[in-house]
Structure formats: structure tokens, C-alpha cells
């Protein structure tokens, strides 16, 4: 499932290639500390710290569940994907900002 969203989203920007893997029901997770989540975040995001996401994962045994994870600027987020990765979750994508993917955040999202 994941490789074929991945194959449908070529040539369009990070933001939104994000936003049609959320809409298609990739589970998000925002790594910033509950503070920075509980000043915005995505619908439905999940808040994951970055510094308990290795022990959250071991709650998680389908290592292809794919996984949209997100900060305040990308490095978070990028460092979640690495731990995911070292832990075997192949299909981890860098959403990179908070403030990028609500500028790409269709209408219907925003509705929810």
C-alpha cells in the first residue's frame, strides 16, 4: 500500500505528497514536547516526543505501518523517521513543519 501512494505522489511538493498519504489514513505523529503540541497541531496527529518514541514503539509490532511524523522545523521529525527506521518501520516519511503542511492542508482537512 505504502509504495503505491508513495509512486502516486511524484513531482508534487513535500507538504502535499504528506497531505494525500494523511488523507489515504497514514497515521501522523507530531515529535515535538507536549507544550509546543498542546500550541497547535495537525488533526488527529498523535503526539509522540521524540525522546519516548523508541519505547513507543515497542508497543507497535506491524513494521510496515507507514508514519507521517513532524516538528516544528523538520529536524525532529527527520530524527523520528531515523529511529523508526533503526527500529525496522520502513515507511517513515519527514513532514517536515508545522507551519508547512497547514499551508498545504486541504479544505476538507481543515474541517475536521
Known amino acids: ?3 503505491s ?6 513531482g508534487s ?17 507530531d515529535v515535538r514536547p507536549p507544550q509546543e503540541y498542546a500550541g497547535g497541531h495537525l488533526p488527529n ?17 506491524d513494521k510496515q505501518t507507514p508514519f ?3 516538528c516544528g522545523a523538520g529536524i525532529r521529525a527527520q ?3 531515523d529511529i523508526l527506521r533503526a527500529n525496522g518501520f520502513s515507511c517513515a516519511i ?8 497547514l499551508c498545504y492542508q486541504p479544505q476538507s482537512a481543515a474541517n475536521d
Not at 5 to 10: G, Q
Not at 13 to 29: D, K, M, R, S, T
Not at 95 to 101: E, T
Open 94 to 101: 519527514n513532514g517536515g513543519a508545522l507551519k508547512d503542511l
Open 68 to 70: 507521517v511524523l513532524y
Open 45 to 61: 496527529a498523535l503526539n509522540v516526543p521524540l525522546d519516548q518514541l523508541a519505547q513507543w514503539l515497542t508497543q507497535h509490532s
Open 79 to 81: 530524527k523520528g523517521c
Open 1 to 3: 500500500m505504502f509504495q
Open 5 to 10: 501512494l508513495l509512486a502516486k505522489l511524484s
Open 13 to 29: 511538493h513535500p507538504a502535499e505528497q504528506c497531505w494525500q498519504l494523511i488523507e489515504q489514513g497514514v497515521q501522523v505523529i
